[in-house]
């Protein structure tokens, strides 16, 4: 229900809340979530303007999550890179403009329903939630002195 980009967004940060505040250099990131360098960079840039982590160039540097960041909800995260309003999250599952309470389609009560509780997961599960959710799809990272244990 989000683009590829919030995807890596979030494993980044789940790799980062695993962490524990040490600085992660790049190269250990990009191999170990599974994409590449220049991704990577862009990805990080903004979640650095929008205050979610900190990075740092040179020797010893790295990225980490920044003071306060572990306590964010997902919404904020995907409001970084989708806007307001996921454009992958529509108003209407069959995606008609005229679609509404007024003029429901035959699933329009079970897909307001879902994109409700889509909606509250992102406002209550917090960037440090991911900490002990994480597992790197593309190889089975877990991230830092992290497990691949799931809840």
């Known amino acids: 229900m989000v683009n590829q980009t919030t995807r890596y967004a979030l494993q980044i940060l789940g790799y980062l809340a695993r962490s524990e505040a040490?600085?992660?250099?790049?190269?250990?990131?990009?191999?170990?979530?599974?994409?590449?360098?220049?991704?990577?960079?862009?990805?990080?840039?903004?979640?650095r303007k929008s205050g979610i982590v900190e990075s740092r160039k040179g020797w010893g540097g790295g990225s980490r999550l920044l003071p306060g960041a572990a306590e964010r909800p997902l919404l904020d995260v995907v409001r970084v890179f989708e806007g307001e309003r996921p454009a992958s999250i529509p108003a209407c599952i069959f995606g008609l403009p005229e679609c509404g309470d007024g003029n429901p389609c035959p699933l329009h009560e079970h897909w307001?329903?879902?994109?409700?509780?889509?909606?509250?997961?992102?406002?209550?599960?917090?960037?440090?939630?991911?900490?002990?959710?994480?597992?790197?799809a593309g190889r089975g990272d877990p991230g830092p002195g992290g497990s691949n244990a799931l809840p």
């Open 22 to 47: 040490t600085l992660v250099p790049h190269e250990q990131i990009a191999r170990d979530v599974g994409l590449p360098a220049n991704y990577l960079s862009k990805i990080l840039n903004q979640l």
């Open 112 to 136: 307001t329903g879902i994109r409700d509780a889509f909606q509250q997961l992102l406002c209550t599960t917090t960037i440090g939630d991911l900490k002990q959710r994480t597992v790197n």
